[in-house]
């Protein structure tokens, strides 16, 4: 049975760091690339960031410069490093694979996690 795994959510103060763990089983996620995707109460689901199978990284204008993804193949797991956080981040975050050379546009994603809350607030 294939399952992503979000962890690493909770509660932050503004302008602190959070990192976000996926984790995949059933399946090993070197061939995929790894989107993180997150939904505001109210709001539609965005896209993150992406990253490919080659490394190479994505980012949405509001969280770039502030936000890393990264992957370690051997322990099947995409990480999301969140930096200077704003209140406007608060979300459910997911991850989501695909097998689509683009930048993980919603469209393209195969399997979701069930997600991890972020919740930035003083």
């Keep these: 049975q294939v399952q992503l795994v979000e962890s690493g959510g909770g509660l932050v103060q503004p302008g602190g760091s959070l990192r976000l763990s996926c984790v995949a089983s059933g399946f090993t996620l070197d061939r995929y690339a790894i989107g993180w995707f997150r939904q505001a109460p109210g709001k539609e689901r965005e896209r993150v960031s992406c990253i490919g199978i080659s490394g190479n990284t994505y980012y949405e204008d509001s969280v770039k410069g502030r936000f890393t993804t990264s992957r370690d193949n051997a322990k099947n797991t995409v990480y999301l490093q969140m930096n200077s956080l704003k209140p406007e981040d608060t ?20 399997s979701w996690g069930k997600g991890t809350l ?5």
């Design 91 to 110: 979300a459910v975050y997911y991850c989501a694979t695909s097998r689509g050379l683009g930048p993980c546009l919603q469209s393209d994603m195969n």
């Design 118 to 122: 972020v919740t930035v607030s003083s």
